[in-house]
């Protein structure tokens, strides 16, 4: 497998993943011109769409994809199924697309019916987990994104989070603000400046290393419920992670 990333809009990414035998796989299309673009330059065929949420700015592109290839299957939560999506998933599906075996995983929070798509190590969580963030709250409750933060943090280290957005700079710029001085985090934001003025994206992350600058996944830190000065009574991890998000929504 050979996964690609496609930028879209300002700071979008639609995925391929290239199975290098002439097919692939695409994930949450905003917008078909790239796309078709990156199929023609590849040579490769489509064989499923996958949406995780019915936002514009990923399933966009799905009618102007079906004009050329009528016949890719489109998979996708309730909510998408008036956005293109044929084939509806919900949470702890499995379902064998293109040739390779995922399992689905509501992930609400960012909209209410929003799912991710797990096959080792490929995670696509759509507006979910982001590296070093998560997803603004349009639809779910605090409580329903760390949850879903929960169930993604069960997955292995090694798993690759191809999550839709380029926001990591300044997800870590929030995270430095919150947390000066952390070692992790003020290196990984070196990294990614680095990579940044190269032109590469910051994505795919891993969830090992998201565990250490992703302060969202950090919510029983000590340190972190000290610096916010929740420990005094101790609040519960998900009002750990609604004080960030809150915080987060106003930096």
Same mark, same amino acid.
């Given at each position: ?33 790239p796309v078709l673009e990156a ?110 933060? $929960?169930?993604?943090?069960? %997955?292995? &280290? ?10 990591? *700079?300044?997800? #870590? =710029? ?50 972190? $419920?000290?610096?916010?000065? %929740?420990? &005094? ?10 004080? *960030?998000?809150? #915080? =987060?929504?106003?930096?």
């Amino acid at each position: 497998m050979k996964l690609i990333s496609i930028p879209a809009f300002q700071d979008n990414y639609i995925w391929l993943l290239d199975d290098q035998n002439g097919h692939c796989l695409i994930v949450d299309p905003g917008e078909s011109a790239p796309v078709l673009e990156a199929l023609k330059t590849r040579n490769l065929t489509p064989t499923a769409i996958l949406l995780t949420h019915h936002h514009h700015d990923h399933v966009g592109g799905v009618s102007g994809i079906l004009r050329h290839f009528p016949d890719v299957k489109v998979y996708g939560p309730e909510e998408t199924a008036d956005k293109g999506a044929r084939i509806i998933l919900k949470n702890e599906d499995e379902v064998e697309i293109g040739g390779v075996k995922w399992r689905v995983l509501a992930t609400p929070g960012h909209t209410l019916g929003h799912i991710s798509y797990y096959s080792r190590p490929y995670l696509f969580c759509g507006d979910t987990l982001f590296s070093a963030g998560c997803g603004r709250l349009f639809e779910g409750t605090p409580e329903q994104m760390y949850q879903s933060f $929960q169930q993604l943090a069960q %997955l292995p &280290d090694e798993t690759l989070i191809c999550a839709a957005h380029e926001y990591t *700079l300044s997800n #870590l =710029k929030f995270a430095r603000s919150i947390l000066p001085g952390d070692d992790d985090i003020d290196s990984h934001e070196q990294n990614v400046q680095e990579m940044r003025k190269k032109g590469q994206p910051s994505l795919p992350t891993t969830l090992g290393l998201e565990r250490k600058i992703n302060l969202f996944l950090r919510c029983d830190d000590v340190d972190l $419920q000290n610096k916010l000065k %929740l420990n &005094d009574p101790l609040k519960p991890s998900w009002q750990v992670f609604a004080h *960030l998000r809150h #915080l =987060k929504d106003s930096f």
